[in-house]
């Protein structure tokens, strides 16, 4: 029996391709019921205030780069979105007086316009936020060494290998309205792939590459980042792959309530509990990593109960 169409977008894959009882056992879920979810190589987290939440992320990168020395060189792929965390990592390393010197950073994605990354100069640089709310704040003789700070661009060989001899400890990331995580989004509904999405093997081999993004993509980020202006967003970007976050230790994603609503909070979450992987949710595929993180602000976790505004 062929799958659904997209009641979002019908040119497109996405969670609405579904089966119908899935997503409605996801949305019957409650906040106990997440936290039972978690099972060996998947573990689902809930923090009780947003401070909690936020430091706990922070914390990530500290641990990461506490490992880091000339012989072993270790680094953490962070987000943008959520973004609160990063001023919080810069007074970390600074109050504790942590040096950079063999860290390393990557940024997990950046947008891509006119035949090349946007310029740190672009309002919605990710580069550019990454800088200003963290590594701009690193006291001098802390700070990371240009040359390890790795930003996705339009050579996208220089960014893979980036990874080359370099531990990744946690890939951080948000979930997007699409189920994504980075831009790693659904693809379109055509040629070989009009009557069925990519099989997980076939997109896990998708490596740091330029993306067209899903219509929902573009509306949440002009809704959380640019005013609800979806004329300023870009329509591709650079997106590190499955490839590069297979190569992370362990993948961590963070939920505030911010990016995501309820239903897909938990149909994401359920998802991989159960192992079931499917490229029109993306994040679904993190089923098959053998170390997952689903963190939750249990403010943000919302209900998906019917109710009228």
């Known amino acids: 029996m062929p799958r659904k169409l997209s009641t979002i977008a019908p040119d497109w894959w996405d969670y609405t391709t579904l089966d119908s009882e899935l997503i409605a056992e996801a949305a019957r879920l409650t906040s106990a019921q997440l936290v039972r979810l978690s099972r060996d190589g998947f573990r689902v987290v809930l923090y009780d205030s947003l401070e909690d939440f936020y430091l706990a992320e922070a914390l990530e990168y500290i641990t990461a780069w506490r490992q880091a020395t000339a012989d072993n060189p270790v680094g953490i792929c962070g987000p943008i979105g959520p973004t609160e965390q990063l001023p919080l990592v810069a007074r970390l390393v600074n109050e504790l007086g942590l040096s950079l010197r063999h860290a390393h950073f990557w940024g997990m994605d950046e947008w891509y316009e006119n035949g090349r ?131 992370a230790e362990k993948v961590s994603i963070w939920q505030a309530g911010t990016h995501d609503n309820p239903l897909g909070q938990r149909l994401t979450t359920l998802m991989i509990s159960r192992g079931i992987a499917d490229s029109a949710v993306p994040m679904s595929l993190l089923a098959e990593h053998p170390n997952v993180q689903f963190n939750f602000f249990r403010g943000g976790l919302g209900t998906c109960a019917v109710e009228m505004h």
């Open 117 to 247: 990354e946007v310029p740190v100069t672009h309002p919605l640089s990710f580069e550019r936020a990454d800088r200003e709310l963290c590594f701009n704040r690193i006291r001098r003789e802390l700070a990371m060494p240009e040359a390890n700070l790795h930003f996705p661009k339009a050579d996208l060989a220089a960014y893979r290998r980036s990874w080359e001899g370099v531990r990744c400890a946690v890939m951080q990331g948000g979930q997007g309205d699409i189920k994504h995580w980075a831009f790693n989004d659904p693809v379109r509904r055509r040629g070989r792939h009009r009557d069925a999405p990519p099989t997980p093997a076939e997109y896990r081999r998708l490596a740091t590459r330029v993306v067209e993004l899903h219509p929902v993509t573009l509306a949440q980020n002009a809704r959380t980042s640019g005013g609800g202006n979806i004329t300023m967003v870009p329509t591709q970007a650079i997106t590190v792959g499955p490839v590069e976050t297979w190569q």
